[in-house]
């Protein structure tokens, strides 16, 4: 009997399904195709370049042992994935094991039939009983570019912004990943991108949406039964704005429906953008193989804006209202006005109306009235430097020794304390707080938080230490 490549395969297939979980197998190793064999070298197809890197990462132990049980010793597996770029050119890339050389492969590629487009497809975004196939954009055109002003806090996100916007699908940033805490624009940029591309591209079609709705969406689809006519709807959209993905958490069949979206839509070269409230590592009931398409293209934090922003802020917004404000009151807003651009044009909108209201001129004694005002009526968000002066006080210790590279006990543990407390009480993401605590990565944040709850529950000292340091941080 000859030795095929299928009959590798198969046997390969064999010992993997007896070794695996049955919905891994079948997420994972069904999709692929034996190819051809040559020598010693096993060719597989696999649908797209994040299924190889999972394969990889994840498989790639059993699956030399399969190999190695057919082929022996020598036993070499070489990856081909069909990509289409934006250019329409095939990319196939290979990897071989275990060597981790790459090289161009020769060999033909096996065409995937694309899913056929129906023009009867239902869209959601209609009223039952009216046809209409033009698909609205859902965009809000009042938030532009123009009127996002850059600073340090933003200046990552929104560049990485225009770079989609003037090649959607076309760059690295796919998917484009902004996140950040309450009222410091995410969806003001997701808008912003969406609006740009419909300028520069009239002929795409550029859809955003909440994740709430997307879910709702559909439940109801499920409950019409014609789920798949929601996804093939969604397949039709060149660039997919999803705002607020957290909001997918614990909801796993709206995750596997955008699962198979999100995967169509990347093969295809189209732009998928999200918006979240925390980075991909904090994200808590994600499937796995969601956060890893989320961490696949760029994750672009915002964060609050510093102080020269903040004032760039207000002079915009009462430029365009058409209001002259002397530059000591927007000083005076700006410099207690720190949490987030809401808060900070909220704060400014109330001062005009006061003023406007009660026909007062505006003053500094005003300014102080309505800040004093607005402060105490909005919840304050702690800041990680607040929390490392509050712990460092506590420990009677500076805070660069807190920052600092030493391994003594007592400063490893208040340095782990500060890193607890920003995690608890700031919508930071591991990685900034690290960074903003001793330029630590986000591993090192995550090891503090897990050793705090360990050592509460076990050394009674330390439980007093948290106890102590969370009054101090909540009055």
């Known amino acids: 009997m000859s030795v095929t490549a299928q009959s590798v395969w198969n046997n390969c297939l064999e010992f993997i399904k007896d070794n695996i979980q049955p919905q891994a197998y079948k997420t994972w190793f069904e999709p692929i195709v034996a190819v051809k064999l040559t020598d010693k070298a096993l060719s597989i197809q696999v649908p797209s370049k994040f299924f190889y890197e999972w394969l990889e990462e994840h498989y790639v132990k059993i699956l030399k042992v399969a190999l190695t049980k057919e082929l022996g ?23 071989k094991i275990p060597s981790s050389n790459r090289g161009a492969l020769k060999s033909q590629d096996i065409d995937v039939p694309l ?10 975004f209609v009223i039952p009983g009216i046809r209409n196939v033009k698909i609205e954009s859902q965009l809000n055109p ?19 912004g225009l770079a989609v916007a003037a090649k959607p699908g076309g760059t690295s940033f796919n998917p484009l990943l902004i996140f950040g805490g309450v009222g410091l624009g995410k969806t003001h940029l997701a808008h912003a991108i969406g609006v740009d591309i419909k300028d520069k591209y009239p002929e795409k079609t550029v859809l955003y949406i909440s994740a709430e709705k997307f879910t709702q969406q559909y439940i109801d689809s499920v409950k019409k039964n014609n789920r798949n006519d929601f996804i093939h709807f969604y397949q039709l959209i060149d660039v997919l704005i999803i705002d607020d993905v957290q909001f997918l958490s614990g909801k796993t069949g709206t995750q596997d429906v955008f699962f198979h979206i999100f995967n169509h839509l990347h093969q295809n070269g189209k732009q998928v953008i999200l918006t979240s409230d925390k980075a991909p590592v904090d994200m808590q009931d994600i499937e796995q193989r969601l ?9 672009a934090e915002l964060q609050n804006p510093d102080f020269e922003t903040r004032v760039s802020i207000l002079k915009n917004k ?16 700006a410099k207690n ?46 800041s990680i430097d607040y929390i490392q002066k509050v712990v460092s006080d506590y420990f009677q210790m500076d805070i660069d020794t807190l920052q600092s590279k030493t391994r003594k006990r007592h400063i490893v543990q208040a340095r782990q304390l500060a890193m607890f407390f920003a995690k608890k009480f700031t919508k930071a993401s591991l990685a900034s707080i690290g960074s903003q605590i001793g330029k630590r990565d986000h591993a090192t ?5 897990k050793t705090v709850d360990n050592l509460s529950s076990t050394d009674k000292q330390f439980r007093k230490y948290v106890e102590d340091i969370s009054k101090k941080l909540s009055v």
């Open 115 to 124: 899913n056929n487009k129906s023009p009867e497809l239902r869209n959601p």
């Open 73 to 95: 010793d020598k036993a070499k597996l070489v990856y081909i994935i069909k990509m289409e770029n934006t250019y329409g050119n095939k990319q196939p890339f290979t990897e």
């Open 142 to 160: 009042n938030y532009s570019f123009e009127n996002f002003l850059e600073g340090d806090s933003n200046r990552l996100a929104r560049s990485a």
């Open 337 to 382: 006005i720190k949490s987030n651009v809401r808060e900070l044009e909220g704060a400014i909108i109330s001062l005009i109306a006061q003023s406007s209201f009660n026909k007062k001129e505006i003053t500094l004694d005003l300014a102080r009235v309505i800040v004093e005002k607005f402060v105490k009526n909005t919840k304050r968000e702690v």
């Open 291 to 299: 956060l890893s398409r989320f961490k696949w293209g760029l994750s």
């Open 318 to 333: 009462l430029y365009r209202d058409g209001v002259d404000m002397p530059d000591d009151i927007i000083d005076y807003v």
């Open 445 to 449: 944040v995550l090891h503090a938080c």
